[in-house]
């Protein structure tokens, strides 16, 4: 099957279970939310330098850049595994969620009800370009489940945060010597805030995201 009909079929997939929730948004009195870790080890890319193939000396320093910028990305690599911990991240974004639905709707809080909503980040890392400062970033998934266990609702999140400066006028190898210069210079306290508050974040949004599913429901149902 072709990427294109793949996302077909993803998007089509999604649109059933927005429905299957539409069909049901009168019926709901509240929600119990959880969280699954679904996150694997974390994703560090900050691209990679090119030149012309006839210049050989342009060559060299692309390659010799790029060395710095696999090391750096093993580095970072160890660093986030040894800091920031998936299932944290995941438990943050569960209170968010809580915390949004009980203040905005669209339905209380209550851990014994038979419908659920579970979120999971399911992928952290940096990603940066050579010439793009470089930003933290967390993936979510969020879905919401019938009585019976079956999945009425899904969306998938993303949200990141830059963590260097940009510099219009910066070449590959300057705004890349920022990306790492920048993020090496962060305290792990620091660094663990920003992954804290991507999580919150993500999940204040998929509360949002079903909160407008759910309104636009009971509107068309009025």
Request: one cysteine or more; proline letters at 4%; a neutral charge.
């Amino acid at each position: 099957m072709t990427r294109a009909l793949l996302l077909a079929a993803a998007l089509v997939a999604l649109g059933g279970c927005n429905n299957k929730i539409r069909k049901y948004a009168n019926n709901i009195d509240n929600m119990a939310v959880s969280g699954v870790n679904q996150a694997g080890p974390p994703q560090v890319s900050l691209g990679r330098m090119a030149a012309p193939t006839e210049d050989a000396a342009a060559q060299g320093a692309a390659a010799a850049g790029n060395v710095v910028i696999e090391v750096f990305e093993v580095e970072m690599v160890t660093r986030l595994s040894q800091l920031v911990s998936p299932t944290d991240l995941t438990e943050a974004s569960t209170t968010a969620v809580g915390n949004a639905m009980d203040k905005n709707g669209p339905y209380p809080v209550d851990e014994s009800s038979r419908w659920q909503f579970q979120v999971g980040v399911t992928g952290f890392g940096v990603q940066g370009d050579i010439d793009d400062p470089a930003h933290a970033w967390i993936s979510l998934d969020a879905s919401a489940y019938g009585p019976k266990g079956k999945r009425i609702w899904r969306r998938s999140l993303h949200c990141q945060q830059d963590l260097a400066a940009y510099m219009a006028s910066a070449t590959g190898v300057t705004q890349t010597a920022l990306n790492i210069g920048m993020i090496r210079a962060m305290s792990d306290e620091d660094l663990l805030g920003v992954y804290d508050q991507l999580a919150r974040q993500c999940g204040r949004d998929a509360a949002a995201k079903l909160n407008r599913t759910i309104q636009k429901a009971k509107a068309k149902g009025s």
